[in-house]
């Protein structure tokens, strides 16, 4: 069972651009949702998390925007840079830390 | 260390054959879960450590998977008559504290499985 879906499945977007990913959950009992970024031969190592009583986090260049409603939420990065590429999954837990995690983005930054 | 660290890097089993996959978690972290990566997809949940103590393991996908943590750090990682659905990327990752939400989670490089 599919419980979170990521879009797009791949990302070109132009050095300085904005690249935009997207996921959408089913259960509603999920309290944490994270972002993580993994380069090829390593482990996901974690971006950026926004617990559901907020509509947006930001941290540096990367911010999630959430909405409850929708079942939806976003990260966006801004001023996109050739070291950004890499793969990027959405996740999302209820409770403890039994992430659940979309399917990912590859990400290419065209310098 | 400095970071979770897992071993071996790289396995390669002929079908039928039983692995043991290591991991090393930050010293003094108490969580401790596995997760199982197939080529081009996300992580999947296999198993949940606290201490030695082994508390969630629904995601073991057959009773071929068994894990340890005997004295609540190393924890290894065993799959007995591996099957080709088996290759993928294990991953290993490490909290400080008793799971809880925006406890942050550090993943090791992972173990990448090859069955034959």
């Known amino acids: 069972q599919q419980q979170v879906k990521q879009s797009p499945q791949s990302l070109i977007v132009q050095k300085g651009g904005i690249s935009i990913i997207n996921c959408a959950y089913e259960?509603?009992?999920?309290?944490?949702f994270p972002w993580y970024q993994q380069f090829p031969g390593k482990g996901p190592a974690l971006l950026i998390a926004i617990r559901p009583d907020v509509s947006e986090k930001k941290e540096g260049r990367f911010t999630i925007s959430f909405n409850k409603s929708a079942k939806q939420f976003s990260l966006h990065i801004m001023d996109s840079q050739p070291g950004d590429s890499a793969t990027y999954f959405c996740?999302?837990?209820?409770?403890?830390?039994?992430?659940?995690f979309g399917q990912g983005t590859r990400l290419t930054i065209n310098p | 260390g400095a970071g979770v660290s897992q071993s071996p890097r790289y396995k390669v089993a002929k079908r039928g054959q039983d692995v043991a996959l290591r991991c090393d978690p930050i010293?003094?972290?108490?969580?401790l879960f596995w997760y199982q990566q197939a080529l081009g997809q996300g992580p999947e949940f296999l198993t949940y450590f606290q201490n030695e103590a082994q508390l969630d393991k629904s995601g073991l996908p057959s009773d071929r998977f068994f894990a340890e943590r005997p004295e609540g750090s190393v924890s290894t990682l065993k799959i007995q008559r591996t099957q080709q659905e088996d290759s993928a990327v294990y991953l290993c990752a490490s909290s400080l504290k008793v799971a809880a939400t925006n406890e942050k989670l550090f993943f090791g490089s992972g173990t990448q499985l090859s069955v034959l």
């Open positions: 010293s003094g972290h108490v969580s």
């Open positions: 259960n509603t009992a999920f309290d944490y």
């Open positions: 996740a999302a837990s209820q409770g403890a830390q039994k992430l659940v």
